[in-house]
């Protein structure tokens, strides 16, 4: 595969074959030292070309699977060699008044191809410092290719330093000496070395709240799309964390030497060793790629890494989408062990050893505040204390957790979860105990699955865990996001969170089974990943477990048919036109009954606050409550009795002339005025906005023919609402969707409503990147204005859009799909658009269809990760449905338009 440029790439008089042995390929240290002795005219460029050579060298042992291990010390070998041959050029052998110290990571003898180098010049005394000889050392290995970060400091600098900086003492504790007085270096470590300064108890605590705010720079977990492999919960700085306390408080650099000490079992330091040779394999593979330091796993290179890994992809499963499940079980194992060892060290560090347990019953006791078994053979004995451990958990909050080597016996016994227990009754009990109590579900739940408890006794869950899907939309793997779900559900039920979602904690806290809810949940993408459609299987499987468990038969199929629908109401409210009485009588009759709503609508906000938060918002909180509440009433309504359009017409009327303080002569004025915009107009807007228009109309009653343009912020709608009034011949919708997106901001709804007078009222919902209304009233205005002049001048869309698409979205292709079908009763095409997200795409369509004469009603435009799916109602030039030939020409133009086989010029304007 091709990889970008390197210094590894650059021109080079030496072959990789020169510096390299002929069988392995493994680099051949004889031949460096002797193409480092040669005398050359050009010291620089050979050792530069020698640089390059070995670089080209390891890359190629690297693409042929040549052990990451020794790659990475190989290279740590290469620029000791060229480091202390510089020094040596211009210090001189003599020199013995400074010390050359390789620390941090290249003093663990640790270097991949971007990785820093860190060095130390440590002199006898800070007045004995060569400043040009050291300048002029740097400078060259600068100009060699090595990016050298450097210190100059005296032994009791180096004390000094390290006493009032953390980092600084870290670094320095990995030293390793590269040439120089043995003694002098010896004596800078005894300086640092405790109980001097940071005495192991100091610096555990100071290194376990440093790791604490890491992990919550990256929202404590490492299940995030685009990881960072060395800061993330579970990479490779949790692993160096171990290694830091071990060498403070055990004077080791051997992480074997917990084992003797009784810290870690064999098992637990192959977890480690292994997870640090995965996640050291792609930290090279980045550097390689890159030509840089690089420890983002973006999106630009999971792709390109997973081929150079030789994944590929299978029937259910893309070859990246292994490659990341593969990394995500891999940091899980590796903070499974990180927390354990942590914990071992703060009972043996910070806690007293000797403490009396407190017992809790015949299997569990509790010692420094964390729950343990009483014995060793409690889970073999009786596994399902396995389960009743969350339980304890749950009933006694003021536990820190669960003790380390109890950990350690859980992962051990984790075979005992088998088909037995899963059909033992009392693990049923148990479990359904769990999933009802009053606290902890959440909190029990997520550390279940980080002790590989949960995918044990729901197999279905076991596969699901680590599991990424590679888009934009989800946010997190299926497991972390199921998790997220319930927690969501879970803050229904408490009234401390009850002024986040007032109406969704109303509903929860009225259920007499927020169980079934919680069920519900962890089920909803249960399948994922199977084949087929999860809901459907998910379903299967959800009614199955809970009969399983003994819940009732209806209960039982009350979560089944949760998991089947979940994403029914969402899809219902973000693409249907919820103004019409007939979606939401079809929506009720799919329900069939307030309880079944309920539950629904709760899973469903818990559901998509759980998929991205960037991608949550008021709006889309709003849309769901307006949903919920217009099926509460149909549901109210009957079946055999719906709210008929003429009801809805009288209720519009009657609800916004309270809104209003009009005369008789206003009233009767506007019932003519409302009567001319027709049906559609009153049954497409709410009170609110009727009375908002009545007046922009009534300050302008001889407007008609022209144009006006109103942007404002109103209290009943989540986002700013603006308001096009202008001829119908403009096709404003081009227009202004143009200028909408090009000022950054996201269109979520779009009504556009013909009248009488050859003028056409544009309705469109728009929000800030972040979600939230325009606040600033300068933005507000400079739109307004910047709409104003593109309407009025009726400008060349093609031309208002100019930004890019962001660089994740850039990284994904979606080809356009177009689908249509019938709205008999509305008189009407709906037509649903999936494809690529991408800066004016609306405005796109909007002139494909101009150009065929074809009309938009209204637009629900919903964004899902990097794929946009947008649904329009759209009408012929004789307000009639678009005819099948119609609808051909149609997709065949709108696809040659998206996907760019056909430029902006032929599309036209």
Known sequence: ?????????????????????????????????????????????????????????????????????????????????LIVRSWEAFAGRRETAMALVAVGGYGRGELHPGSDIDLLLLSKSSARRSGDTIAAFLAFLWDLGLEVGHSTRSVSECKEASKHDLTVVTTLMESRLLCGPEKLFA??????????????????????????????????????????????????????????????????????????????????????????????????????????????LLFDHQMRIAEMFGYEDAAYTLAVEQLMQRYYRTVMDISRVNEMLLQLFQEAILLNPDAVPESLNDDFEVKNGFLQISRTDVFTDNPSAMLEMFLLLQQHPELKGVSANTIALVRRNLHLIDDEFRMN????????????????????????????????????????????????????????????????????????????????????????????????????????????????????????????????????????WLVQHHLTLSTTAQKKDINDPDVIHEFAVLVGDQLHLDYLYLLTVADVRGTNPKLWNDW?????????????????QGFESPIEKDQLLAERIEKTLALLNLNDEQTEFMQKVWHRFGDDYLLSCRPDEIAWHTRLILRDEDNDGKTLVEIVNQPEVSGTTVLIYAPQEQYTFSIATAVIDEFGLSLADARIIPLDNNCSLSIYTVHEQDGQEISEDARREKLCARLSKAVRDDVDSTTLVTRKAPRQVRMFSTPAT?????????????????????????????????????????????????????????????TQPLSEAQQDALREALVKAIDGQQDDQQAGH
């Open 1 to 81: 595969m091709s990889l970008s440029a390197t210094p590894a790439d650059a021109a080079s008089g030496i072959p990789a074959a020169a510096v390299s042995q002929s069988a392995a390929g493994a680099l051949d240290w004889d031949a460096i030292d002797a193409l480092l002795d040669q005398d050359t005219d050009n010291r620089l460029s050979h050792w530069r070309d020698i640089l390059n050579a070995c670089s080209e060298s390891l890359q190629q042992q690297f693409l042929n699977n040549g052990p990451v291990e020794q790659l990475v010390e190989d290279r740590a070998r290469l620029v000791d060699r």
């Open 187 to 296: 004596k800078m470590t005894a300086a640092i070395a405790p109980p001097k300064i940071w005495p192991s108890r100091t610096f555990f605590e100071a290194k376990f709240k440093e790791q604490q705010a890491r992990h919550a720079r990256y929202d404590d977990t490492a299940y995030n799309l685009e990881p960072n492999i060395k800061g993330s919960p579970g990479g490779l700085r949790d692993i160096q964390m171990i290694g830091w306390v071990t060498r403070r408080h055990f004077g080791t650099e051997n992480l074997s030497s917990l084992v003797e000490e009784g810290f870690l079992t064999d098992a637990q330091l192959r977890v480690l060793r292994e997870g640090r040779k995965f996640l050291w394999r792609i930290r090279f593979a980045l550097h390689m790629l890159t030509g840089r330091r690089e420890d983002r």
């Open 425 to 560: 009754p009392r693990n049923h009990r148990l479990f359904l105990q769990i999933m009802a109590a009053p606290q902890g579900v959440t909190h029990e739940l997520r550390r279940m699955n980080a002790y590989g408890v949960l995918g044990q006794y729901i197999p279905n869950f076991g596969r699901i865990v680590g599991r990424m899907q590679y888009d934009l939309f989800h946010a997190y793997t299926v497991d972390a996001h199921t998790l997220f779900v319930v927690s969501n559900l879970r803050r229904f039920a408490l009234s401390r969170f009850d002024h986040e979602y007032p109406t969704c904690s109303e509903i929860m806290q009225s259920l007499d089974n927020p169980m079934i809810a919680y069920l519900a949940g962890l089920f909803h993408d249960i399948a994922k990943g199977q084949g087929g459609d999860h809901s459907e299987l998910g379903a299967v499987s959800a009614e199955a477990f809970c009969l399983e468990h003994g819940m009732s038969v209806y209960d039982s199929k009350l979560v089944a």
């Open 620 to 636: 889309k909180a709003q849309l769901f409550e307006e949903t919920y509440k217009l099926t509460k009433r149909a549901l109210r």
């Open 818 to 878: 177009v689908n249509f079908y019938t709205d008999h009763a509305r008189c009407r095409t709906v037509m649903e658009i999936v494809t690529s997200d991408q800066p004016g795409l609306a405005a796109k369509i909007s002139r494909v269809l101009r150009r065929h004469d074809h009309h938009i009603r209204m637009a629900k435009l919903v964004t899902v990760g990097e794929r946009a799916e947008d649904v329009f109602y759209i009408t012929d030039n004789q």
